[in-house]
């Protein structure tokens, strides 16, 4: 499975260029199986969004059916008086999943106009098992403990650049701590709160870098996700055996 993580600038609440800049960006793509976007890859992170931006979604189903390859990224979704921040993953069978934010992040305001998702999700795709999060999610290592039912924890993100060191350190954390692949892909450029540098990466197990894009400029970068080694590893080393055992409320 061979997963690209696409670190890109977002023009600030202007779905229509930012769809049409994917669409070059995908076309000029080194081959993959998986394309992961940024959060609110189309509008740009706000606590107050301005319209919801269903041509973005229809897009994210069109170009999967087009390359024969799943694509993801978060947009915001209105649902009734409140919004939600939707990570999609749309599959080229025209299958379109979705994970709802769950920790909104009550320092920017998200909470005000979001509501939270409750759901914990887990995407099949391939051989491999997908564990969705998006952004603030990564503070919060209870809700992404693996309980031996997913293989990749995947973040999107607007992560600040004055934050950069806790995505950086946490991304690892979660790799190590639930044997897994970790995929982060967080965007670049400015809106009107904040300056971001990317640090998009992918890590496996050992906490090792597999994959990363080059900090602060557009970018792509491929790996290659071995399960077959992650299952030895596990084996070898289980750790996940000795796991607490919780509910979540």
């Not at 769809?19 to 740009?44: C, F, H, S």
């Not at 009550?106 to 098992?129: L, M, N, T, Y």
């Not at 640090?199 to 970068?221: F, H, I, K, L």
Request: proline share 4%.
């Amino acid at each position: 499975m061979k997963v690209c993580i696409v670190q890109h600038d977002i023009v600030w609440q202007n779905p229509t260029e930012n769809i049409r800049r994917m669409d070059e960006l995908l076309n000029q793509a080194p081959k993959a199986d998986m394309y992961v976007l940024a959060e609110m890859w189309a509008t740009g992170f706000g606590d107050k969004p301005q319209e919801d931006p269903i041509e973005a979604m229809l897009w994210m189903i069109r170009k999967s059916r087009e390359l024969g390859v799943a694509i993801v990224g978060s947009l915001p979704v209105k649902l009734n008086n409140y919004w939600a921040n939707r990570l999609y993953f749309a599959q080229p069978d025209f299958t379109l999943l979705h994970y709802d934010k769950r920790h909104l992040f009550s320092p920017g305001g998200e909470k005000d106009s979001f509501a939270a998702g409750q759901e914990r999700v887990v995407v099949r795709w391939g051989r491999v098992r997908w564990l969705l999060q998006v952004c603030y999610d990564l503070r919060f290592p209870v809700f992404s403990r693996n309980q031996d039912d997913y293989d990749v924890a995947l973040y999107v993100a607007n992560w600040p650049e004055k934050r950069r060191r806790v995505w950086d350190t946490l991304l690892r954390a979660r790799a190590l701590e639930n044997q897994c692949y970790v995929v982060g892909v967080n965007r670049v450029g400015s809106d009107p709160q904040c300056d971001y540098d990317g640090g998009s990466v992918v890590v496996d197990a050992y906490g090792r870098t597999v994959a990363s894009c080059q900090d602060g400029c557009e970018g792509m970068a491929v790996a290659e996700l071995d399960l077959e080694q992650l299952a030895a590893f596990r084996k070898k080393f289980p750790v996940l055996n000795d796991r607490d055992h919780y509910t979540l409320l």
